[in-house]
């Protein structure tokens, strides 16, 4: 959605390579989350484009194994390619119930806006997460983020699918209603970005400080 600058890191290898856009913000994702030791776990990416978030993941807190999904060919492809030696595997669907593999732990970034039903997809996470599994999902696609009809706009410019407008209690009722206990908590990021280039998306530089801040929700979302 947002284009910002590149950045650079060093590698587990020490190669200096470019990061993707939102690593600064899978990062405080990954710092932010309750478990610490995920050494024993099972991980899926929901909407894992280019696999970022997974190689970070795994990078921050090493699991036993991962799984990224999308409709994407292409995306599932150069994912594929940057995994390395990783536990890591991607595969191009949008329904994860249908790999047979259950999880410990569940993923998603700025993704679950753009689902035509959120009740559908709430089944198949509680159908591929195990007793007491965890959906951690991030988004600040909602109608009380006070620019929301501009984003809006922004958005299915680009997009290949319409884009619905939800708002907080939807995505919660959603999986409450599959049984999930359901909590949330802002995003918070409070790192330094980059002043905004689509200033269609983020007018001024406050929007753009203030929607990782403040208008960005973490959903927890519990298997009981």
Not at 62 to 85: C, H, M, Q, R, W
Not at 95 to 102: C, R
Not at 204 to 218: H, R, V
Request: glycine share 6%; with cysteine; hydrophobic share 35%.
């Amino acid at each position: 959605m947002e284009q910002t600058y590149p950045t650079w890191h060093l590698d587990p290898t020490g190669e200096a390579v470019m990061e993707d856009i939102h690593t600064p913000y899978w990062r405080h994702f990954i710092n932010i989350i309750l478990e610490q030791n995920l050494s024993d776990c099972t991980v899926l990416d929901f909407g894992c484009s280019r696999g970022g978030f997974l190689r970070l993941l795994h990078d921050s807190r090493p699991f036993a194994k991962g799984v990224g999904v999308d409709i994407a060919s292409t995306s599932i492809g150069d994912a594929s390619e940057l995994a390395g030696k990783r536990p890591l595997s991607y595969h191009v669907t949008g329904d994860p119930s249908q790999l047979g593999v259950v999880f410990d732990f569940a993923f998603s970034y700025e993704v679950i806006y753009l689902l035509q039903d959120l009740s559908e997809h709430a089944r198949q996470i509680k159908d591929v997460l195990k007793e007491n599994g965890v959906y951690y999902a991030v988004t600040g696609c909602h109608t009380e983020s006070p620019l929301w009809n501009r984003r809006k706009e922004v958005i299915s410019s680009s997009s290949s699918s319409r884009v619905l407008s939800y708002s907080p209690d939807d995505y919660i009722d959603a999986f409450a209603s599959q049984g999930f206990k359901v909590t949330l908590r802002r995003f918070g990021f409070n790192d330094f970005v980059p002043p905004p280039v689509n200033r269609k998306f983020h007018p001024s530089i406050m929007d753009a400080l203030t929607y990782n801040s403040e208008e960005k929700i973490l959903f927890r979302f519990c298997k009981k």
